[in-house]
């Protein structure tokens, strides 16, 4: 190329400058820039690193090929642990006790309690209407006072007939006769006056009484409304207001429980738990259910409504056992898992059963030995077979 060609521009032209070296300056700082987000990305889903990355790893990472994921693991031995066993039931009065009509019955005139009322022994419910019961009552002190009358006129005439006898007067089976009559009519007084004694302990029970103290947990009755004789659950009273949890435990359980043993009760819905102790454990099992029956003791509150449910956990003493974190166990139709890593570095499920769950994490109550490695936290992420990378991590105690 001659370089002292002259190069002639008019005013109509346009001169076109283009610095190609800052344009490749440009795309080379674009493209560090992609790679370092390119490695970045690449060091989150591949390099494993702690337990929080350890379950994206898993997710990334393909089954049988490709980059494998590191999984914390741990092996959790046995500790020594308090067996708690958790069961629920219902709520109920520890003596519940029905309060009926022991009189002949009657209109009800007065309803003295009502339903969350505590009451004393032998304090009165509701009253019945005694009006009739009252003039007969009556009528049988007319009686007897009657019958107490002719019992002194045949003891005179049988003193008059004593006293002739010996002068001849009166026969010897003539007095016989009078000392009968005596005897006829002290017994009519005797008559009378227990019948007298029957109406007015007739009226006594018409009032529909406590049979002992306790609190009202039920009133079937109103005022005018008439009960007849023997009349059953006016009232339902709690004995001394004492509730209990009925707690049914499968077979397993049951062979574990003592009389006096502490207990926890929490009623569905309540914020706390109420301390109690088991007072009863039923001497047989519902042969279609294979549960039986523990009933826990606690002391009254408003929360503990009979009838209600709720949740016990029962201490039974301490056991040794796998204690594993909570995000190790996993839940589904089939029941509850983890994931423990065999020889092979291949994840494999395995079946458990769950004792107490707690602060300090869940119980195993079978299903591990403790010895297994198992999966802290990636389980979700993984599957049977799954080949990983396990990293230990060391266990709670």
């Known amino acids: 190329m001659d370089m002292n060609r002259e190069t002639r521009l008019e005013a109509s032209d346009t001169l076109v400058v283009v610095d190609r070296s800052a344009r490749r300056r440009r795309n080379l700082v674009v493209a560090g820039f992609v790679a370092t987000a390119l490695a970045v990305l690449a060091y989150l889903f591949f390099s494993g690193g702690e337990s929080g990355n350890a379950s994206q790893a898993a997710a990334a990472g393909p089954r049988g090929g490709g980059q494998v994921p ?82 002194a006129l045949a003891q005179n005439e049988y003193d008059r007939s004593a006293a002739l006898v010996g002068r001849g007067f009166i026969s010897r089976a003539e007095l016989d006769r009078k000392r009968s009559a005596v005897d006829q009519a002290r017994a009519q007084v005797r008559v009378a006056q227990a019948q007298l004694n029957a109406a007015r302990a007739g009226i006594g029970l018409l009032d529909v009484r406590s049979p002992t103290a306790g609190l009202v947990l039920e009133r079937n009755l109103e005022v005018g409304q008439v009960i007849s004789g023997g009349s059953q659950n006016l009232f339902r009273i709690a004995k001394d207001g004492e ?66 449910f709720g949740e016990a956990r029962i201490t039974a003493g301490a056991t040794t056992a796998p204690l594993l974190p909570q995000s190790a166990v996993l839940s589904d139709s089939d029941g509850n898992y983890v994931y423990v890593v065999n020889n092979k570095n291949e994840v494999e499920r395995r079946a458990i059963r769950v004792g107490a769950v707690d602060e300090a994490g869940v119980t195993i109550a079978d299903g591990l030995t403790g010895q297994e490695a198992v999966v802290v936290s990636a389980g979700p992420f993984l599957n049977p077979g799954q080949k990983i990378n396990p990293r230990r991590q060391a266990a709670a105690r």
């Not at 693991?73 to 520890?94: D, E, N, Y």
């Not at 039923?282 to 042969?287: K, L």
């Open 70 to 151: 590191t999984v914390s693991v741990i092996v959790p031995g046995r500790s020594q642990v308090a067996k708690v066993v958790t069961a629920s039931g219902s709520l109920a009065a520890r003596r519940d006790q029905p309060v009926g009509a022991a009189g002949t019955g009657g209109r009800v005139t007065a309803v003295l309690v009502d339903a969350g009322d505590r009451v004393s022994a032998g304090q009165t419910l509701a009253r019945v209407d005694r009006s009739v019961q009252q003039q007969q009552a009556v009528q049988l002190a007319a009686a007897v006072e009657s019958a107490r009358a002719s019992a």
């Open 243 to 308: 509730m209990e949890m009925r707690a049914r435990l499968p077979q397993q359980d049951l062979a574990a429980m003592r009389v006096g043993l502490p207990a926890s009760v929490r009623p569905v819905g309540a914020d706390r738990s109420f301390t109690g102790r088991i007072w009863q454990i039923a001497p047989v099992i519902d042969p279609q259910s294979r549960l039986g029956e523990v009933r826990i003791a606690v002391p009254f509150d408003p929360l503990l409504r009979p009838g209600g």
